[in-house]
């Protein structure tokens, strides 16, 4: 089974300071992983993704993240906060498609974490 | 734009009643996810349909049920309504088979019930 753990409910930077968010997965086969960024009353959009390769993965907006198997971590990070960053950040997990049997790519969403950018 | 339409977007009910919740995919993904949102229990999977067919079956209460129609939109029906069915129902589709996309979901904006 997977599963996935983000560590703060709510994160507080200040604008221009280093946003980290951080995100630990359990899944007993190499996952797909995932960032999704949802702001207010809208749906999910996605930010990032890692499948395979390059383990440092670039996505929109300036956020990366990086997938460290050792650490079993998918942080999420951005150097410099934008007041437009406030919103709340899901990581996710699914299994790659050879590994699909029952389930066929449904996400496994961590509860997220709220950022909340001060001026 | 996501590419996936949701209607209703807000919906308020009464306990006991049944609402149907209408989800089309983007053009040409054949899969559909619903999910549902709440404060406690976070982001939960609902149901996944592959072109037609029920695929995965997540969280979903026996109340509940969805299909999925030749066109590919499906429906999310909640019957027996109950205080805490109020959430935020969402539905996703993907990109089938290998490329770049695969393993991405794509959200729509989401239904609001609220059950009063």
């Known amino acids: 089974a997977q599963s996935v753990t983000q560590l703060g409910s709510h994160v507080s930077v200040s604008e221009g300071a280093l946003v980290l968010l951080r995100c630990n997965y359990s899944?007993?086969?190499?996952?797909?992983l995932f960032w999704y960024v949802q702001y207010p009353n809208q749906g999910l959009q996605l930010l990032l993704k890692?499948?395979?390769?390059?383990?440092l993965v670039k996505g929109i907006n300036g956020f990366e993240a990086e997938f460290k198997k050792s650490e079993t971590s998918f942080h999420l990070t951005k150097p410099s906060a934008h007041m437009s960053d406030a919103a709340e950040y899901f990581c996710a997990v699914s299994l790659p498609p050879m590994n699909y049997g029952g389930s066929q790519g449904n996400l496994i969403f961590g509860k997220g974490t709220k950022l909340s950018v001060k001026p | 734009d996501s590419g996936v339409t949701q209607t209703p977007k807000h919906l308020i009910t009464a306990t006991g009643q049944r609402v149907t919740l209408r989800c089309s995919p983007r053009s040409g993904d054949l899969s559909v996810y619903w999910y549902q949102q709440s404060l406690d229990q976070g982001l939960q999977f609902l149901i996944q349909y592959y072109n037609g067919e029920e695929r995965a079956k997540g969280n979903i209460l026996e109340r509940f049920s969805a299909q999925q129609f030749p066109d590919l939109h499906s429906e999310l029906n909640l019957s027996s309504l109950e205080l805490g069915d109020s959430a935020l129902y969402f539905c996703?589709?993907?990109?089938?088979?290998?490329?770049?996309?695969?393993?991405?979901?794509?959200f729509g904006e989401g239904s609001r019930l609220t059950v009063l």
């Open positions: 899944s007993s086969v190499p996952p797909y």
């Open positions: 996703a589709s993907s990109v089938d088979g290998t490329g770049d996309r695969t393993g991405e979901l794509f």
């Open positions: 890692y499948t395979t390769g390059a383990t």
